[in-house]
């Protein structure tokens, strides 16, 4: 059973920092990609970061410069460092993962972790 438990978040003023972490746990076969995704109220999930299998990162243009994704291969786990928080970071935040399966990558979700920063 693929579990991703999230941890870090809460409650920061703007300029504040607050750092999440997923811990993945009961993949048979490894792990492709990592990452994180927020959804804030009324808009679409969207991508934040994420770590490719290969160790490329991707960063949405929004957090560029003031978060950073790292990820531990051997604990298969992913953090994300978020700086210079902003109103408009408040959000849920997702962990995800693709996990590798005998028929290919399955993609797979925590339970999401809830990041306000006031103003």
């Known amino acids: 059973q693929v579990q991703l438990v999230e941890s870090g978040g809460g409650l920061v003023q703007a300029g504040g920092s607050l750092r999440l972490s997923c811990a993945a746990s009961?993949?048979?076969?490894?792990?492709?990609?990592m990452g994180w995704y927020r959804q804030a109220p009324g808009k679409q999930r969207e991508l934040v970061a994420n770590i490719l299998g290969g160790g490329s990162t991707n960063y949405a243009d929004s957090v560029k410069g003031r978060f950073t994704l790292s990820r531990d291969y051997a604990k298969n786990m992913v953090y994300l460092q978020m700086s210079s928080l902003r109103p408009e970071d408040t959000a849920v935040y997702y962990c995800?993962?693709?996990?590798?399966?005998?028929?290919?990558?399955?993609?797979?979700w925590g339970q999401g972790t809830q990041v306000t920063v006031s103003s």
């Open positions: 009961g993949s048979r076969f490894g792990i492709n990609a």
């Open positions: 995800n993962a693709a996990i590798r399966t005998a028929r290919g990558d399955a993609n797979y």
